[in-house]
Nanobody
Framework: QVQVVESGGGLVQAGGSLRLSCAAS????????MGWYRQVPGKQREVVAT???????NYEDSAKGRFTISRDNAKNTVYLQMNSLKPEDTAVYYC?????????WGQGTQVTVSS
């Protein structure tokens, strides 16, 4: 059993910053990848950023230059530093951990950016 818990969402004004955290726990020998998706009502969940166990990262185009994903392997934790936030970044942000060839999702955390 693997649990994934996000934290750090909230309300921020456009141009502001937020830092999301996500911790995985439970029966974990090795996490191959972790990352963040987001979803707005009526739309499909979309990838924001991912990071592998060796630190390789990928970002969705709108996140490049504004968001930074990082990882603490010792704590099984991934972070998403979001700067220069825009109203269109408003969404529920979901964290995942890829463990033993299976995706484990968190419950999501709301990020709201006001204009």
């Amino acid at each position: 059993q693997v649990q994934v818990v996000e934290s750090g969402g909230g309300l921020v004004q456009a141009g502001g910053s937020l830092r999301l955290s996500c911790a995985a726990s439970g029966s974990i020998s090795r996490i191959n990848a972790m990352g963040w998706y987001r979803q707005v009502p009526g739309k499909q969940r979309e990838v924001v950023a991912t990071i592998t166990s060796d630190g390789s990262t990928n970002y969705e185009d709108s996140a490049k230059g504004r968001f930074t994903i990082s990882r603490d392997n010792a704590k099984n934790t991934v972070y998403l530093q979001m700067n220069s936030l825009k109203p269109e970044d408003t969404a529920v942000y979901y964290c995942y951990a890829f463990v033993a060839n299976k995706l484990h999702w968190g419950q999501g955390t709301q990020v709201t950016v006001s204009s």
